[in-house]
């Protein structure tokens, strides 16, 4: 049941007004982008050179985790796996209508599920070797009925809402492919066959690292092979390195390179099941989708969502399973911890940024919000509506009530191409008792987050983005740089998950098209410089208010401690004789017995004290046990927020 939570809106006093800057320009845009800022993949100037082996050291040490290419058809194991829908239902996508007759969505699901040997899957390129002992051969059987002419990139603007994916106009540096891309380059792969790759996830990552960036490459889509034909500008090469082909090949290395078969549970097991530990064990966690308009955010974070509750799809994306898991591993969590009382609550919020300016999703009406910083909570958006949340329907309530109310347009590159980012935000509060001590602890997890649209005339956040990522990787690096998160509201939100206490899970999304070659390019750059971002993530438990409490405690213990002896106070030596002494014992001054292990404090009121009154007999143990419990949970009072422990936030960029 959903419960609106618009009481939890947070209120603070310290907090410090956003100076994200508006201009008021900024927000009147015409919505007919006109070409010039554009997404950061675009920002981001081109490496000094672009190299053949781009690896770093860091790259490296995650090749050497797993450097076998295998063969895909046994799933790996998994702690919990959800049922899947055999077959494939008519696509209903989350919040969207369906998909114009250029998407191939279903052609390419179909391949996907019954990949065929076509005899016509001939290298035609004649030089590019298979590198995997299988291939599923994609459907040569489509049509295309809205096929448009190319430009010099391969696209034109459909509806000029969007920027055009033109390579030239807007790429300042793009390299090779502003001047051109040879498509006749004996090394693009043309073969209707792709490698096959199985990701394979190192348990022990996050232990020791705080960002991982994973390459998500889409199927050909029916446009793509009417306009460039099985024209590929990517070459896979095993499961965590994969080459750029153009005029120039450019190899990159990752943490992982979904491959165009990789299945969408396949995705959850290796990079959102991992999100789900490091929130629960009480990480904040960010995931961003990144990539050009349709190249697969949407279908990654996403994907098929009708049906849900009693007929899941197996092309359900992220979020469902993650949430999937959540409420399982938390049911289960309350089950086994019954004697303490564990429970847990969990807080959604859903908003947009769009021209900078933010909405919410949940109440539309509810627009221009202001971020707020606060030095001890961090980032918050005023004023955001806050619903409670029990089940994975309830969250695709949610998400399905906030997706309607989003910023949609339809692309040349994608009928339902959203327009502005978005984030969605769960926040997970466990609290428990243990030794007579209750304990609350907050995660947020969350966050269905960013669709960061490189529409050009609203991307201001995305620009910024990349100019952040910059920085970070500068900083990294050991140079003095100011991060300019202010810059923009979408930076300004998400600053935690970049280079702050947060574990982030990065995912590049990129077509494997040549027709898409340079804006591939240009995300591959991108995620390259995002693996070198350093964050610090930490568990967000409240140790600063254990420590106040106990000064607290201490501080209170000295008071009492002097009002005592003002009072005459008595020492015994005896528990007992203590609670059940006489009036004289308790009004004699007995020996100081500092060794004493059950040593008891006894006090008389007396008409001096105000802060003591009738008669206190603790052990020392007990008056500390007993009142850090107060001081804790005062604590919390005064400080809810200070417990949060992990958010997780899904970004498509
Ligand atoms: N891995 C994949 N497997 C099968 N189909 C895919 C895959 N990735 C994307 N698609 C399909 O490609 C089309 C475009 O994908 P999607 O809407 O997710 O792109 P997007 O990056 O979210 O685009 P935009 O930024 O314009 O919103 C959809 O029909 C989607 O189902």
Redesign the pocket.
């Known amino acids: 049941m959903l419960k609106d939570l618009r009481s939890y809106k947070r209120k603070k006093s310290s907090e410090e007004i956003e100076n994200v800057p508006v201009n008021p320009k900024d927000s009147v845009i015409n919505p007919n982008f006109v070409d010039g800022i554009r997404a950061p993949l675009h920002t981001i100037p081109e490496p000094t050179q672009i190299v053949l082996e781009q690896e770093s050291g860091y790259s490296k040490s995650k090749i050497d985790r797993n450097t076998t290419p295998s063969k895909r058809g046994k799933s790996s194991g998994s702690a919990v796996r959800t049922p899947e829908k055999q077959g494939f239902s008519l696509r209903s996508k989350f919040g969207w209508a369906s ?1 114009n007759g250029a ?1 191939d ?1 279903d052609a ?2 179909n391949l996907h599920q019954f990949p065929v040997s076509s005899p016509g899957s001939s290298n035609a390129n004649g030089g590019l070797p298979n590198v995997t002992p299988r291939s599923f051969d994609f459907d040569l059987q489509y049509t295309n009925k809205e096929c448009h002419k190319p430009t010099a990139s391969g696209f034109t603007a459909l509806n000029g809402a969007r920027p055009p994916m033109s390579i030239g106009a807007r790429f300042g540096n793009p390299g090779a492919l502003s001047k051109g891309i040879p498509y006749s380059s004996t090394s693009v792969v043309n073969t209707v066959q792709v490698p096959d790759f199985e990701l394979k996830e190192d348990p022990s990552f996050w232990m020791d690292h705080n960002v991982q960036v994973l390459i ?1 490459v ?2 050909l ?1 029916n446009m793509e092979r009417v306009q460039q034909g099985y024209n590929r500008c990517l070459k896979q090469e095993n499961a965590q390195s994969i080459s750029w082909v153009g005029q120039q090949e450019a190899r990159f290395t990752f943490d992982h390179v979904a491959c165009e078969t990789t299945s969408q549970e396949m995705l959850f097991r290796v990079a959102g099941l991992p999100m789900v530990e490091n929130c629960l064990s009480g990480y904040s966690s960010c995931m961003f989708a990144y ?1 050009q ?7 990654t974070m996403l994907g098929e969502i009708a049906d849900l509750d009693v007929n899941p799809s197996a092309e359900r994306g992220m979020t469902p399973r993650i949430f999937e898991f959540l409420f399982a591993r938390i049911r289960a969590e309350e089950e086994i911890r019954r004697d303490e009382k564990l429970t847990y609550n969990c807080k959604c919020s859903f908003l947009e940024i769009y021209n900078e300016q933010i909405t919410d999703l949940l109440d539309p009406s509810c627009t221009n919000l202001l971020l707020r910083e606060d030095m001890k909570t961090g980032v918050c958006v005023e004023n955001l509506t806050e619903f409670e949340v029990n089940t994975v329907n309830d969250i695709l309530c949610l998400l399905t009530r906030g997706a309607a109310n989003r910023k949609v347009a339809a ?1 040349n ?2 009928g ?3 327009r502005s980012h978005s984030v969605f935000t769960c926040v997970i509060e466990s609290r428990w008792e243990k030794d007579s001590t209750t304990n609350l602890r907050q995660k947020a997890s969350g966050a269905e987050g960013e ?1 960061l ?1 490189e529409a050009a005339s609203i991307n201001k956040s995305l620009s910024t983005l990349g100019h952040v990522i910059m920085v970070l990787v500068d900083v990294a690096q050991g140079k003095q740089r100011h991060i300019p998160y202010r810059d923009s509201r979408l930076t300004f939100l998400l600053q935690d998950s970049l280079g702050g206490n947060s574990k982030t899970m990065i995912i590049a ?1 990129v077509s494997p098209s040549i027709c898409s070659a340079a804006e591939t390019l240009s995300t591959l750059k991108f995620a390259q410089r995002a693996k070198l971002i350093q964050n610090n993530a930490i568990v967000n438990e409240d140790a600063s208010g254990n420590v106040m409490a106990l000064h607290h405690q201490i501080h209170l213990l000295k008071e009492e401690l002097a009002v005592l002896k003002r009072q005459n106070v008595s020492r015994s030596l005896s528990y007992r004789s203590a609670i059940f002494g006489d009036a004289d014992r308790k009004s004699s001054d007995g020996p100081h017995d500092e060794e004493t292990p059950d040593m008891v404090l006894e006090s008389v009121d007396g008409s001096q004290g105000s802060a003591s009154l009738g008669i206190v007999r603790l052990s020392t143990k007990q008056v500390m046990q007993q009142c850090f419990g107060f001081y804790y949970m005062m604590n919390l009072e005064k400080h809810p927020l200070m417990m949060v422990a992990a958010i997780i936030k899904w970004v ?1 960029l």
């Open positions: 998909k998407d969505g390419t699901h998500r889409r199927p889509n990539g308009t349709g190249s697969g955010k949407t279908h692309t590159m994608n339902e191409s959203s669709r649209k999304n498509l």
